[in-house]
């Protein structure tokens, strides 16, 4: 039984721009190729687009399936815009130094990662303008 797994993010947040597949705003459904990568049957399926939830606007990244190779996972990584990572390769990095972590081959571990790289963004971008209040008032 594959597992299904949803990352559901609320739009307007502060400093805070939702991950999505290939276009955003858009509703996605795609099936990668399985030459490109292997799961076992019946394949991996991901999917995005705007959603509501509990009555806010949010966008839906999801993710049913398993991968056979986390290596591959960087074909994936292409086509996931926002994923607020530093380098091309670096969702996939991540997700290889946690290879033996339950989940870390399917959507779980992809789903917490994103949210791992959004949590990084978000503190970085709050601590720079904390620095950057501080040193504005020192010199007043």
């Known amino acids: 039984k594959t597992l299904r797994v949803k990352c559901i993010q609320k739009k307007g947040v502060a400093d805070f721009s939702p991950s999505y597949i290939f276009d955003e705003g858009s509703t996605i459904e795609w099936t990668p190729s399985s030459d490109k990568l292997s799961s076992p049957a019946p394949g991996i399926k991901l999917a995005s687009g705007p959603d509501e939830f509990f009555g806010q606007d949010v966008q839906v990244v999801e993710m049913d399936g398993s991968f056979d190779n986390i290596q591959e996972l960087v074909y994936v990584e292409s086509a996931i815009n926002n994923a607020?990572?530093?380098?091309?390769?670096?969702?996939?990095?991540?997700?290889?130094?946690?290879?033996?972590?339950?989940?870390s081959n399917n959507g779980t571990g992809l789903m917490q990662t994103l949210a791992a790289f959004a949590i990084r963004s978000l503190y970085e971008k709050k601590a720079a303008a904390v620095k950057?209040?501080?040193?504005?008032?020192?010199?007043?």
């Open 84 to 103: 607020n990572t530093k380098f091309y390769g670096e969702l996939t990095q991540a997700m290889l130094a946690l290879a033996n972590a339950p989940g």
């Open 132 to 140: 950057l209040e501080a040193a504005t008032t020192v010199e007043a």
